[in-house]
């Protein structure tokens, strides 16, 4: 028996089924006795507030005409009645003369008070007399409840655990047990020892279990015919593996042959990939030389043009000279003739100027393209102002056009950086957005946009001008390319910008999206900044070239 009780209590299954029905049946008397609790609860103030009410519909004319007559036999006979009523433990009575008459114990908390007027009617007239003060404790329905919930847990506690145990007690007899017993057979097992069927010791008609045991006499006779087949299977993989050992020695012998073919392979390979090399030594050189006869001939077309000029014009001067000379030896000679001369000569002369000033300027901005400027030294310079500075001489080159330019940036931020280049950088795409993007005859803007972001300043130039296209936006950074050749353009003002980027450790790149409608360029490189308080400036925010 204590062999019995003790299996009966240390049964997984069991425990695990006994404690899921103790934790859900307590779960719904936890869940019914609330709800019923609740109930009572209410059921118990609906009792309170009908005493109420009663008191209210029948006892308040008759206190009231006997406050009006002061019958002291009456009112502590009336007031003995009403504290008789359900949980009702206090009344006061108030007249408007100051007498009061009480009966009960007052409390302050865990209470349900009302307050009612005594009105007394005469005729047609109603007299306040005084007030009714009735009290019910709250304390009487709470030990109530908490007596009706302990009896019901109590009882629901008790029927729980009986159940469990029958259950539990049911289990081990039809279940667990015979678990057991399967345990304990399967752990005898034995294939190479006599064969043992399974036979569960059971009273009544055959059931599940019956149906366990004859599968499972079933499987381990299967399994004795496998593990007669394996004790065979491992006598012939014994003889495989002997067959396997030369066929490993093959491979090996194989596997060396082959590497001997892949390392000669490799070396072949290393010799192409070396003339493969030279070849594209050969190549990048050719194409160095390609684009250094592209720019060669760029040179020479765009210096070619002012010098052929200049020598065109120094070649009329001097027939001018001679037809001058001439002219002054002859005795005709008018100063009519004489000016006209002349006046052709200074024409030359202001022609010869002008094309050698521009090629003074190509010859300049080629210097710009190619030149390092990376070796000046930086300086710290108010970043707001130095942008107002460029863009108010870049007007003045290309006055009298009017264009609306905004400056966003902060007056107080300083950087340190080569100031040529940034200069050369900003100049050059405002030069650009004045010869393409605007023209007189309509509202031009420009907006700077300028902050630093992680160390590195970012410039933001918009234009509300025509605009680039994808072709143009393509070669636009390489020298000498220009849509407007005709009106002496060069193309070197985004090329000397892009390379001044790059001396500055940067990048200027077209943005195809401007919140004005036109072309934007944003420009990034590394800057020391910080902020300091400047001096007062006298440039303005918002210049019109």
């Known amino acids: 028996m204590l062999t019995f009780s003790r299996q009966l209590v240390q049964?997984?299954?069991?425990?695990?089924?006994?404690?899921?029905?103790?934790?859900?049946?307590?779960?719904?008397?936890?869940?019914?006795?609330?709800?019923?609790?609740?109930?009572?609860?209410?059921?118990?103030?609906?009792?309170?507030?009908?005493?109420?009410?009663?008191?209210?519909?029948?006892?308040?004319?008759?206190?009231?005409?006997?406050?009006?007559?002061?019958?002291?036999?009456?009112?502590?006979?009336?007031?003995?009645?009403?504290?008789?009523?359900?949980?009702?433990?206090?009344?006061?009575?108030?007249?408007?003369?100051?007498?009061?008459?009480?009966?009960?114990?007052?409390?302050?908390?865990?209470?349900?008070?009302?307050?009612?007027?005594?009105?007394?009617?005469?005729?047609?007239?109603?007299?306040?007399?005084?007030?009714?003060?009735?009290?019910?404790?709250?304390?009487?329905?709470y030990q109530r409840l908490y007596d009706r919930a302990i009896l019901i847990l109590l009882s629901n506690a008790i029927k729980t655990f009986l159940v469990a145990g029958m259950i539990l007690f049911l289990v081990w007899i039809n279940i667990t047990r015979h678990l057991h017993s399967l345990s304990e057979y399967c752990q005898r097992i034995d294939l190479e020892g006599e064969f043992s069927p399974l036979a569960f010791h059971q009273k009544g008609k055959q059931n599940e279990f019956d149906l366990v045991a004859l599968a499972?006499?079933?499987?381990?006779?299967?399994?004795?015919?496998?593990?007669?087949?394996?004790?065979?299977?491992?006598?012939?993989?014994?003889?495989?593996?002997?067959?396997?050992?030369?066929?490993?020695?093959?491979?090996?012998?194989?596997?060396?042959?082959?590497?001997?073919?892949?390392?000669?392979?490799?070396?072949?390979?290393?010799?192409?990939?070396?003339?493969?090399?030279?070849?594209?030594?050969?190549?990048?050189?050719?194409?160095?030389?390609?684009?250094?006869?592209?720019l060669v001939s760029g040179v020479a077309h765009e210096i070619n043009t002012p010098i052929g000029i200049c020598l065109t014009a120094a070649s009329a001067q001097l027939a001018h000279i001679d037809e001058l000379v001439k002219l002054i030896h002859s005795p005709d000679a008018t100063l009519e003739e004489?000016?006209?001369?002349?006046?052709?000569?200074?024409?030359?002369?202001?022609?010869?100027?002008?094309?050698?000033?521009?090629?003074?300027?190509?010859?300049?901005?080629?210097?710009?393209?190619?030149?390092?400027?990376?070796?000046?030294?930086?300086?710290?310079?108010?970043?707001?102002?130095?942008?107002?500075?460029?863009?108010?001489?870049?007007?003045?080159?290309?006055?009298?056009?009017?264009?609306?330019?905004?400056?966003?940036?902060?007056?107080?931020?300083?950087?340190?950086?080569?100031?040529?280049?940034?200069?050369?950088?900003?100049?050059?795409?405002?030069?650009?957005?004045?010869?393409?993007?605007?023209n007189r005859d309509r509202e031009n803007k420009l907006q700077i946009r300028a902050e630093v972001k992680n160390h590195h300043l970012e410039i933001l130039i918009e234009d509300n001008g025509k605009g680039i296209t994808a072709e143009v936006a393509e070669h636009m950074f390489e020298p000498f390319f220009t849509t407007s050749r005709s009106r002496g353009g060069t193309g070197l003002g985004l090329s000397a910008a892009f390379n001044a980027a790059t001396l500055l450790k940067g990048n200027v790149r077209y943005v195809p999206n401007s919140s004005l409608g036109g072309a934007a360029f944003a420009i990034r490189f590394p800057v020391n900044a910080h902020f300091e308080t400047p001096m007062p400036l006298t440039q303005p925010n918002n210049l019109h070239g």
């Open 216 to 294: 499972i006499n079933e499987m381990q006779e299967q399994l004795r015919r496998s593990f007669s087949a394996i004790k065979k299977s491992r006598t012939e993989l014994q003889i495989a593996l002997e067959d396997r050992e030369r066929l490993l020695e093959l491979e090996r012998s194989y596997k060396d042959e082959l590497a001997k073919q892949v390392k000669e392979r490799t070396q072949e390979l290393e010799h192409s990939l070396q003339i493969l090399k030279r070849a594209q030594q050969v190549l990048v050189e050719q194409e160095k030389m390609a684009a250094l006869g592209g």
């Open 338 to 438: 004489i000016n006209a001369i002349l006046d052709e000569y200074q024409q030359s002369c202001e022609l010869i100027v002008s094309n050698i000033t521009r090629a003074s300027n190509l010859i300049q901005k080629f210097k710009t393209v190619a030149a390092e400027q990376s070796h000046e030294e930086h300086r710290n310079i108010n970043l707001k102002q130095v942008l107002g500075e460029i863009c108010e001489s870049t007007s003045l080159i290309f006055a009298p056009m009017k264009v609306e330019l905004d400056i966003e940036a902060d007056e107080n931020l300083y950087i340190t950086t080569n100031q040529s280049l940034l200069s050369q950088i900003v100049s050059n795409i405002l030069s650009n957005a004045y010869t393409h993007a605007f």
């Open 11 to 141: 049964s997984p299954i069991g425990r695990k089924l006994m404690i899921s029905i103790v934790l859900f049946s307590s779960l719904i008397t936890l869940v019914t006795t609330g709800y019923q609790l609740v109930m009572d609860y209410r059921s118990d103030l609906g009792r309170i507030d009908r005493a109420f009410t009663t008191i209210e519909t029948v006892n308040l004319d008759v206190l009231a005409a006997s406050i009006w007559v002061i019958d002291e036999r009456l009112i502590n006979t009336q007031l003995n009645g009403l504290i008789q009523l359900p949980d009702i433990t206090y009344i006061l009575i108030n007249d408007d003369s100051g007498q009061h008459w009480a009966i009960g114990e007052r409390l302050d908390d865990n209470v349900l008070e009302r307050e009612f007027p005594l009105q007394y009617n005469s005729g047609s007239e109603s007299i306040a007399v005084g007030k009714l003060l009735v009290q019910a404790d709250l304390n009487a329905i």
